[in-house]
């Protein structure tokens, strides 16, 4: 399908013009520590890289406070490649997920033992970094060294998808698109991830939104995003058997399988190596239910979330449960009373 140039055109002004009046240039991992020797104020490729693993799943205003605190206790590839976990862990702990805590080591021991502590300047080679993927990568090579790749994650597939297709399935791939686009990719890259967190967002603000007056998810009233999504769900329907609300299902016969957590720590029962979640009887299926099972049966005050995502499974349906254990409530010493066998897997 060809893209009419004055379409792109607007597309990257208008875009660029609300980052300029709008974007997050605040950012610290957008404001470089220093400037580099040739006068250009680019961020480095390991400032770029922190932030990037510290921003997968987390969200930006919590990830501020943890980036500013661990680039002053390791300012670089150097420093970070000397540190065991236990002297890591202080600066990660409560990011979660802490195989990238793992992969932000390793890469860094990598980076010195085979680099000279300096991120390769080749999107293939970066991949090859324990826990750098292509969005990592094109990260690192747009925003620190100037290249031409577009950061192709979700949010900008949203955008490209919506504004020129509706919503409806987005033709090309990153490459396609990079030569489509004039305007630096580190800029572009940029307002797209901040337009796409401020107005093209799931439920986009159309009525403010800049790129409205050519949009086609907009003259459409969205009506092909709808199509689309509708159709993603029915296939996830037939994969997972989620349960439609017309369906007639005594939800207090389910079983719970709570996921319990602890500062971002997941513990799991039984079986180690299978990893389960904690399943409940039939019965404690509301939040206050699975509050009292905890309480009586280990002494954990919990604090249980709505919604459970409510799925049938071969054997009956079952209730997907997020549970925090509450500060100050006893933890790995009840566990052991009770003879319960809990493992973690996020440390
Ligand atoms: S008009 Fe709406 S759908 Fe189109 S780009 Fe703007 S916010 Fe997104």
Known sequence: ?????????????????????????????????????????????????????????????????????????????????????????????????????????????????????????????????????????????????????????????????????????LIGDEVFWEDKFQTPKKVLNAALMDFGSAVCVARPKCGICPLSARCVYYREKGSGEQSTANKKQLTKNNQQALVSKKQKIDWREAQAYVFLHEHHTIYYSSDANKFQPFILPSGYTTRAGIKQYFQEKYGLSLSVRPPHQKMIISGGPILLVNAQILRGSPCFEIFHKKDVKWYTISK
């Open 1 to 169: 399908m060809a893209i009419r140039k004055d379409k792109i055109v607007f597309f990257e002004q208008r875009l660029v013009d609300f980052f300029r009046k709008a974007g997050r240039e605040h950012l610290p991992w957008r404001k470089p520590r220093k400037a580099s020797p040739r006068g250009k104020k680019n961020s480095t490729a390991y400032e770029v890289w922190v932030s990037e693993i510290m921003l997968q799943q987390t969200q930006v205003s919590r990830v501020i406070g943890y980036y500013t605190r661990f680039l002053k206790r390791f300012p670089d590839v150097g420093s970070l490649a000397q540190a065991s976990w236990e002297e890591f862990l202080p600066y990660y702990e409560g990011l979660g997920y802490y195989a990238r805590g793992r992969n932000m080591l390793k890469t860094a021991k990598v980076l010195t033992e085979q680099y000279a502590g300096i991120f390769p300047r080749d999107k293939k080679l970066l991949q090859t970094l324990p826990g750098i993927g292509p969005y990592t990568a094109s990260a690192i090579l747009s925003f620190a060294y100037g290249d031409n790749h577009l950061a192709w994650d979700t949010n900008l597939k949203r955008v490209l998808g919506r504004f020129f297709f509706g919503g409806k399935q």
